[in-house]
């Protein structure tokens, strides 16, 4: 008998023995297990403003972990050699008590590490592992921060929220049609950005493809959604760079990122530029 999971907007249905969309859940006897739980393919130290986040502890350092698995195919994805893969890459296993452990040694150097930080992957594939090293992060006095596509259900959401300090969400662009090219709902994104807005700091990043996603009026309507949640959620334009199965057309102008974040400003207090 097949069992759905119900993290995301895919609800993969898996009969015993299969692994989802993610690469990071599967079914096993009956119920679906987190994988990827407490397997880790980086860890780092990272500056906060590389998640990116500029309006969050600016100067600050924060412990950064990755695991393996995503629920989107991103054809350009940055991070394939993590988020495209599954269970047979080979990881460190850490505990949640052993990475909030690692998180608050790092506190006490100078200059201080201010949490963690999920990252690199899809952090929510895994959201069983985020949970319990946040809730010890948390305990600590320290930061959590997730870096994510927002294609998650509201209920894991709901439960992650009130123990996340901040988020970077990527809102990949503003059309459906968009997200179909990358096996992604624009809905259950722009879902969890109004969810996220109101439980902690969130601020946005979307990147700009050539010909795909670089429309004035596309940038227009992003924009004034999001002013409509707040003018004051930072979003970040970032340029494309050929990549993974995407080498067919070249980095995104900087003339056009500059035209991208002239319309936000529009409707946005901050916007900023990415790799400009």
């Known amino acids: 008998m097949k069992t759905a999971c119900t993290l995301c907007p895919h609800h ?8 989802g969309f993610c690469r990071a ?4 006897n009956g119920m679906i297990v987190c994988e990827n739980y407490g397997r880790l393919t980086s860890l780092a130290l990272d500056p906060v403003e590389k998640k990116p986040l500029r309006r969050f502890h600016a100067g600050s350092l924060i ?18 050699e993590i988020s495209m893969r599954g269970s047979d890459m080979e990881t460190q296993k850490v505990s949640p008590e052993q990475l909030a452990a ?10 201080g590490n201010i949490g963690l930080a999920f990252t690199y992957n899809e952090p929510l594939v895994g959201w069983e592992f985020v949970r319990d090293c946040s809730r010890l992060i948390r305990a600590a ?13 509201e209920e894991p959401l709901r439960e992650i929220l009130p123990l996340t300090s901040a988020m970077n969400i990527d809102l990949k662009g503003f059309t459906q049609h968009y997200y179909d090219w990358l096996c992604g709902d624009l809905e259950t994104v722009k879902h969890t950005i109004t969810l996220a807005s109101d439980a902690c700091h969130v601020e946005v990043t ?6 795909k996603n670089d429309s004035e009026e596309e940038m227009e309507a992003e924009s004034a959604w999001l002013a409509s949640l707040s003018p004051e959620i930072p979003l970040h334009i970032s340029r ?5 199965h995407v080498t067919d057309r070249p980095p995104t102008p900087v003339g056009t990122i500059r035209k991208l974040c002239a ?5 946005l207090k901050y916007v900023y530029s990415g790799n400009c």
């Open 12 to 19: 993969c249905a898996l009969a015993p023995g299969q692994t």
């Open 240 to 244: 494309f760079f050929p990549c993974y």
């Open 263 to 267: 319309v936000a400003r529009q409707h």
């Open 141 to 153: 006095g320290l930061e959590t921060v997730l870096v994510t596509n927002g294609m998650v259900c």
């Open 63 to 80: 412990l950064s972990a990755g695991s393996f698995g995503c629920n989107l195919r991103c054809p350009f994805c940055q991070n394939s």
């Open 102 to 111: 690692k998180a608050v040694e790092l506190s006490k150097h100078s200059p």
């Open 206 to 211: 979307t990147l700009i493809v050539p010909g």
């Open 25 to 28: 859940r599967g079914n096993r």
